[in-house]
């Protein structure tokens, strides 16, 4: 796509704009009389060329006294280097706070809901209500379509969105805010991963849409192995590169206590053969994913061929038998 419209350009540049110039831009003569505004702007364009001239003429007589003037106004101007922005794009104060929250692998969502309780009264103590709209807090993941669409990847998981007013309606700015939430909630839960990104379309844009503007990606076949490597690369970061915080790996470990908990259980309670259904469906099984089905005795049936159905009293304890 470059190449073609370097080759349109060079094309009309060589057979459009030439015709147009030649019949839009006609030659003026000495002698024709010009509108009034043009012939003031080019007076004042000559006169402004000719004491530009004069004063390159004034500068090249008196070189040492030119160079003098022009370290003066550099040592003047050190004071106000502090004030120079560093960033190609500067920080801006989009007026939200987002806080990734991670409790230890393998929480139950009901103790999860109880920590991201406590939180929000931390946050409320750090943030006071005029300066704050609203505190919205998702807790966990449904495993269906949902999942896509939200950060969290398990139970322990939380991600809180704090809406702050309009920046000219505070004095604290939304950084600020985030710098106090970090040092409260790290020093009040420090067995908690938290990241706190305060968002904005211009980070999302400088990041590619990533929550962090470093973000690392290890890929492989072994999962243990990648978030072992993860691990190590996160404490390297930690020890070797200063002025990083909220360094985490988005996606834990998790243990193998409902896969377990499933290989314990009878295979009748998941079997479906033609005279009994099954007895455990899908959403009994959390974390377990929805493409979990048993087979008959001796395996497990494809995923394809199974259609959760309602269990009875009866037929559990047929089941248990």
């Known amino acids: ?7 349109a350009s060079y094309f009309l540049s060589r057979t459009l704009s030439p015709a147009f110039c030649a019949y839009f831009l006609k030659a ?6 010009r509108f009034v505004l043009f012939r003031a702007a080019d007076w004042g364009f000559d006169r402004l060329r000719d004491r530009y001239t004069g004063l390159l003429r004034l500068a090249i007589r008196r070189r040492w006294a030119t160079v003098l003037l022009s370290l003066a106004l550099l040592v003047a101007s050190l004071p ?10 500067p920080a801006t104060d989009a007026g939200q706070i987002v806080i990734n929250l991670r409790a230890a692998s393998g929480t139950r969502i009901e103790l999860t ?3 991201t309780q406590a939180v929000e009264k931390e946050i409320q103590s750090v943030i006071p209500e005029t300066d704050r709209q609203m505190i919205v807090t998702d807790i966990g993941v449904l495993y269906d379509w949902p999942a ?18 309009d920046a000219k309606d505070r004095d604290v700015s939304t950084p600020h805010y985030a710098t106090e939430l970090r040092k409260r909630l790290l020093a009040r839960f420090p067995e908690v991963s938290f990241a706190l990104n305060t968002g904005g379309m211009v980070s999302a844009a400088l990041n590619f849409g990533l929550p962090s503007p470093i973000n690392i990606q290890v890929e492989g076949r072994d999962m243990k192995e990648q978030y072992r490597i993860a691990q190590e690369i996160v404490a390297q ?21 409902h896969a377990q908990q499933l290989h314990d259980l009878r295979p ?9 259904k099954p007895l455990l469906r899908r959403r009994h099984v959390p974390g377990a994913g929805h493409r979990v089905a048993g087979g008959p005795e001796d395996g ?14 009866k037929r559990h304890q047929r089941g248990n038998r």
Do not use: C
Request: hydrophobic share 35%; net charge neutral.
């Open 28 to 33: 003026h003569h000495p002698d024709e009389k």
């Open 80 to 89: 106000l280097f502090p004030l120079i922005g560093q960033e190609l794009f």
């Open 148 to 165: 896509g669409y939200t950060a969290n990847s398990g139970p322990m998981d939380a991600t809180l969105l704090i809406q702050l007013t």
């Open 113 to 115: 809901e109880q920590l």
């Open 268 to 276: 009748g309670l998941l079997a479906r053969s033609q005279d009994r």
């Open 237 to 257: 970061l930690r020890d070797k590169v200063p002025g990083l915080v909220d360094l985490r790996v988005q996606r834990g470990q998790e243990p193998d206590e």
């Open 300 to 313: 497990h049936r494809d995923w394809r061929r199974y259609r959760p159905s309602r269990p009875t009293a």
């Open 1 to 7: 796509s470059v190449a073609f419209a370097m080759f």
